[in-house]
């Protein structure tokens, strides 16, 4: 699977978990997951390639309290979810 595609399904994985969605151009920042009070924002870099902001969103599923493994996602997006550290 191509990881515009696998980007899209971690998006979409993500705004099902509860998170607000954010896909701002920010150069010379990371992007990444905001908290502000009961909130959590998620930053996707668009100055960033789709692997790094894969890797992004990732991370920011993987360490959110919010987040449950879906059982519906790709084995693919699954692989990348458990072996990132």
């Not at 969605?21 to 150069?27: A, K, M, S, T």
């Not at 870099?45 to 449950?68: I, K």
């Amino acid at each position: 699977m191509h990881s515009v595609d696998l980007l899209e399904e971690a998006l979409r994985l993500a705004d099902q978990a509860g998170f607000e969605i954010r896909q701002e151009w920010l150069p010379g920042a990371t992007g990444g997951l905001c908290r502000i009070g009961d909130r959590q924002i998620l930053y996707a870099n668009l100055s960033l390639t789709a692997e790094e902001q894969l890797e992004q969103v990732t991370a920011s599923l993987r360490n959110s309290e919010r987040f449950v493994e879906p059982p519906n996602a790709s084995p693919q997006l699954l692989r990348l979810l458990k072996s990132q550290a």
